[in-house]
């Protein structure tokens, strides 16, 4: 399932809507710095509220997206990471550090503007 990339104003929205496959991962980590770059966004949210399960491959790709986003000129916030999946993903050592997360869109589209805005860089 190809994992669907919204723009709204200066931002890339790619919202995870269900289990995905380590191939959509690749597509998605593929697809979005050139997203990036083709639009000219400033930020990019990647919307995690659908899954109930994260591996360490999954838990890679979104590093190496907020990385590769961040080489094009763009910030990333990742947002919805349920309660068991974070509950999960410290039991096994994966983690998000250096990545912004925010608990919904709303707030992860918040801190989008405030980094890309010159408001606060301290984050939410």
Request: glycine share 8%; net charge negative.
């Amino acid at each position: 399932m190809r994992v669907p990339i919204l723009r709204q104003r200066s931002f890339l929205i790619a919202s995870i809507q269900s289990a995905v496959s380590d191939s959509d991962m690749v597509q998605l980590q593929d697809e979005l710095p050139k997203m990036v770059k083709k639009t000219r966004a400033s930020g990019v949210v990647v919307d995690v509220t659908a899954l109930d399960v994260m591996d360490s491959f999954a838990s890679r790709s979104l590093r190496a997206i907020a990385h590769m986003v961040k080489l094009c000129g763009a910030e990333t916030v990742i947002v919805g990471i349920q309660p068991e999946v974070a509950f999960a993903m410290v039991q096994l050592g994966m983690t998000l550090q250096g990545i912004a997360t925010a608990l919904d869109l709303d707030e992860g589209l918040e801190f989008l503007e405030c980094r890309t805005r010159g408001g606060p860089k301290d984050g939410l």
